[in-house]
């Protein structure tokens, strides 16, 4: 908040003491300083500092501050020239130092790129970083870099590239839980579109609780819509509590609609939140799964009449789902006797079909399945909680005594407080 260009002039001209042709490439980015004595007094470097070079870590992040406050000011191609430059005097580098501020650098720098719609340009770049990365052991450049090549490729639906990536790539197990979030989420999207919908549910749900609790509100809202189409594509009604969270309330309301039509089986509805709020899903990236829920729909819709008549001519359930003609609703109602989700029989003679009676839910493996997956859900939570754990090395043990000489020196203790206590007693007449 308080960065701007008058304190960045002073930190420029107070550090680049012996550097002038670096100091004036990026004074030439700034606005003359104008002083104000509310501001407080900056020092510069004297003596022999203002002699000495400057060190690579703080050249870098002096650097980065100027990179940030120009795209911050949506200055994007001045920024764009200042990151090259500093991209540049990275890739000379290698001190571990450096790493935590690189893998900011990186950052910023694909996100310039994405500003000015040149994200296949920097590509190459992040690819040669990731390899160098990785063959350094910089966990914070690695997990950084691969982040940023998956949101490469899903900006552009390179979805078949980027499950190949996440294949060919280890994550680094030392990132930070902001980095994982990030990854996960990736993964789920790219296990979304793959059609693998419990894969991306779980990955999903992981990028929640490895995201921050009470900030990053926006990242939130976004795994929150897909986790919701997602739910939808498994035959699942979302948590009616996750729409009311004050904080995604208002962002969600998009999808609840969508859920209530895709509840209900009301194929009106659905097409009709999907003409009102259609670019709202395209600017999100959940346009192309919420196309594959209009099945869904058609099937709660068949399961539904299926429940309420017991005997029903195809033609009026061609009208109650909007299809052309009976023979879509035959068709329809045949793949939905054949895939479980009704138990009838059709009559093509007469034009009707005939429901099942109900039979007792808790004969069948559903109630099995339901208690399997909170089981499962439990166990994933005390797996990820173990792993979040944090131990003592293995060498803490090593000076630690055994059982046996805590007994022997247990019982040397004794036997020197008893002699202890007849010194004390030969010591009265």
Not at 12 to 39: K, P
Not at 55 to 64: A, G, N, R, S, W
Not at 118 to 142: C, E, I, M, N, P
Not at 201 to 214: C, E, I, S, V
Request: proline share 3%; hydrophobic share 40%; net charge positive.
């Amino acid at each position: 908040r308080r960065l701007n260009s008058n304190v960045l002039h002073k930190a420029i001209n107070g550090f680049f003491t012996s550097n002038s042709t670096m100091r004036d490439f990026l004074l030439s980015f700034l606005e003359e300083s104008m002083d104000t004595e509310a501001e407080l007094q900056f020092r510069p470097r004297t003596g022999k500092a203002a002699s000495a070079p400057l060190l690579p870590e703080v050249e870098t992040y002096l650097q980065l501050l100027l990179v940030i406050y120009l795209m911050n000011s949506k200055r994007y191609p001045e920024a764009q020239k200042v990151s090259d430059d500093l991209m540049q005097k990275i890739s000379s580098q290698n001190r571990r130092a450096l790493d935590l501020v690189v893998a900011k650098c990186y950052y910023y720098h694909s996100r310039i790129y994405e500003f000015l719609n040149k994200l296949d340009v920097v590509r190459s770049f992040l690819h040669a970083r990731l390899r160098t990365a990785t063959l350094r052991h910089d966990a914070d450049g690695q997990a950084t870099l691969l982040n940023l090549l998956l949101r490469n490729y899903l900006h552009y639906n390179l979805h078949d590239q980027a499950e190949k990536l996440v294949s060919k790539s280890v994550f680094p197990e030392q990132a930070n839980n902001n980095e994982w979030a990030r990854y996960l989420y990736y993964t789920g999207r790219i296990k979304a579109i793959q059609l693998e919908y419990s894969e991306a549910r779980r990955t999903m749900t992981n990028a929640l609780r490895k995201a921050p609790q009470h900030t990053a509100v926006g990242f939130k809202q976004t795994v929150h819509k897909l986790l919701i189409v997602v739910e939808l594509l498994l035959g699942e009604i979302p948590d009616r509590l996750q729409f009311r969270q004050p904080s995604l309330k208002r962002s969600l309301m998009p999808y609840f609609l969508l859920t209530q039509a895709v509840r209900t089986g009301n194929l009106a509805k659905f097409n009709q939140v999907l003409d009102q709020f259609g670019h709202k899903f395209q600017a999100d990236g959940t346009y192309t799964l919420i196309i594959r829920l209009r099945h869904n729909v058609i099937k709660t819709g068949v399961r539904m009449i299926s429940l309420s008549y017991s005997r029903i001519s195809l033609a009026d359930i061609a009208q109650k789902l909007q299809l052309d003609s009976p023979e879509d609703a035959e068709f329809i109602v045949a793949k939905a006797i054949r895939d479980g989700v009704i138990e009838a029989s059709i009559n093509h003679e007469k034009g009707y079909v005939q429901s099942k009676e109900m039979i007792d839910i808790y004969s069948t493996r559903e109630p099995q399945l339901a208690f399997h997956q909170r089981i499962s859900f439990c166990l994933d939570i005390h797996n990820m909680s173990v792993k979040a754990m944090r131990f003592p090395p293995k060498s803490y043990n090593k000076d630690l005594e055994s059982a046996e000489e805590r007994r022997e020196r247990e019982q040397q203790d004794l036997e020197f407080a008893k002699e202890m206590a007849e010194d004390d007693d030969d010591g009265f007449p």
